[in-house]
């Protein structure tokens, strides 16, 4: 990470654990993500990234250790963490059976917003989308693009310190997977940090930052062209076989 980011810590983790019985989800993991960086939190089926993120985003208590995210701590301060953050999900982002507006609104009022704010930026993020034609169409009749793009700008709708991304381009075209990620680089650089797994190796590409998780610990933690030089791959998919291949449970 550079100077600058060291400067701007917003999510800090320090030997944090999560333990189920004697099953070790997440073993020991530390590391830090600064200010508007985008990054990549990657890890096979089982390896435990889904379990980290879970407290990450104050919806689970750590076994042991500890750390902040947006400043608040990760085992006392979960409602403060969820009203700084946003989180978007490939399994459930938006109501299906609501209108684009109603959407819009259910969460921005959830994330704390008032009433004359969030019809101000419903107007503006409607114009932003070229959406104002489908104001009032049900999600549900969207094609799955174009809820993916609208989920995201409603969990950054309220200009959150972080953004959680889980799996946020499962099942869309590359096309539009590559207006997604123009999208979360836009809000990089309003200096919203973009925490993200996924599936498809090529955009770890895109992170600034990839670890990748096997087994519940961290094997690595670096940017994509250090680490293919550490793993001597061409692809970051050849770094994450060689490293998913150490990995003893699934």
């Not at 061409?234 to 490293?243: G, N, R, S």
Request: charged share 25%.
């Amino acid at each position: 990470m550079g100077k600058e980011l060291q400067k701007n810590i917003v999510i800090k983790i320090d030997n944090l654990s999560k333990h189920f019985g004697s099953f070790k989800a997440v073993d020991n993991i530390s590391f830090e993500v600064g200010r508007g960086e985008i990054f990549g939190f990657l890890g096979a089926n089982g390896a435990g990234k889904t379990t980290a993120m879970r407290v990450l985003c104050g919806l689970s208590l750590p076994t042991s250790g500890g750390g902040t995210v947006a400043g608040f701590d990760v085992a006392t301060q979960s409602e403060k963490i969820k009203a700084s953050i946003g989180y978007m999900s490939q399994k459930f982002s938006l109501y299906d059976d609501l209108k684009v507006w109603e959407n819009i609104r259910l969460f921005a009022g959830i994330y704390g917003m008032g009433s004359a704010d969030i019809q101000q930026k419903t107007s503006e993020l409607l114009r932003q989308l070229n959406f104002e034609s489908e104001r009032n169409t049900l999600v549900k009749s969207l094609p799955l693009g174009w809820k993916q793009k609208l989920a995201f700008s409603v969990a950054i709708f309220h200009n959150p310190q972080i953004v959680f991304l889980d799996e946020p381009t499962g099942g869309v075209d590359p096309v539009t997977r590559r207006q997604f990620w123009e999208m979360i680089y836009d809000a990089a650089e309003r200096g919203i940090t973009v925490f993200v797994t996924t599936h498809y190796m090529d955009e770890a590409e895109y992170c600034d930052r990839v670890s990748i998780m096997v087994d519940g610990r961290i094997e690595a933690l670096d940017s994509p062209s250090n680490l293919k030089q550490q793993f001597e791959a061409d692809t970051m998919d050849e770094v994450f076989q060689k490293l998913a291949r150490k990995a003893q449970r699934t």
